[in-house]
């Protein structure tokens, strides 16, 4: 199994839709969690940091359930600027980043 | 603030040759981690420094594979003898504190990374 689990895609979606990723994580002792975007040959960014409480970050929304050790990010009203692939991260408190493979999605007019 | 600084953006080598990754920490980050991405795969770890002092090196290849964060200077990742299979975008990050300490929600808490070094094994 692996340690972080995503939905390849690609998701194809039109400008405006809501859109939702899911992640997966095996290991119960991880500490923190993000979202960070990686466009085509580029470097991965933070998106944002995942929290119980969940939170919000104007169209992006991320949830955590640490019980179903799963983790989603929500994003609402689809720009073609959000066409990118999408990691779940954890870190499992060692100092080092465990990413899944990603999410593609793209977003046409 | 500069970002994270990476050098060579792309490096040709043939198999054999020796490939050095160099790597600039952004201003007041002390811990530095190199991340591997193979050609549609996700990012593996590989090393975690501290200036003079490798933390974790668990995600690296047993042979071959080096680096190193020098008191003053940039990191370096070596690779010796490079194989086609070493073909990869190579990623550096680094934070200011040790990333899963600081507490979650704290601005520290992640890691910047660089724009990578994409390494191409004739």
């Known amino acids: 199994r692996k340690e972080v689990e995503q939905d390849p895609g690609p998701f194809n979606v039109p400008e405006g839709a809501t859109v939702a990723f899911n992640c997966t994580y095996s290991?119960?002792?991880?500490?923190?969690f993000f979202w960070y975007r990686q466009d085509c040959r580029k470097e991965p960014k933070l998106l944002m940091s995942?929290?119980?409480s969940g939170n919000e970050d104007g169209r992006f929304t991320a949830q955590l359930n640490r019980a179903s050790q799963y983790i989603s990010l929500l994003i609402r009203d689809s720009k073609l600027s959000d066409s990118a692939t999408y990691l779940c991260v954890v870190n499992e408190g060692f100092q080092k980043l465990v990413f899944g493979t990603g999410t593609r999605l793209l977003v046409s007019p | 603030n500069a970002g994270v600084m990476q050098n060579p953006r792309h490096l040709v080598r043939r198999r054999g040759q020796e490939a050095r990754l160099r790597c600039s920490p952004m201003?007041?980050?002390?811990?530095v981690y190199w991340y591997r991405q193979l050609p549609e795969e996700g990012l593996k770890f590989m090393v975690y420094l501290q200036k003079e002092n490798i933390i974790d090196e668990s995600g690296m290849p047993k042979e071959r594979f080096s680096a190193e964060f020098p008191k003053e200077g940039p990191s370096i990742l070596r690779i010796q003898q490079v194989v086609r299979g070493d073909s990869a975008a190579y990623f550096c990050a680094s934070s200011p504190t040790p990333t899963g300490l600081a507490g979650v929600g704290s601005s520290t808490d992640t890691q910047y990374f660089g724009p990578g070094t994409r390494l191409t094994v004739l």
């Open positions: 201003k007041g980050h002390s811990h």
């Open positions: 995942v929290y119980s």
């Open positions: 290991n119960s002792a991880s500490q923190s």
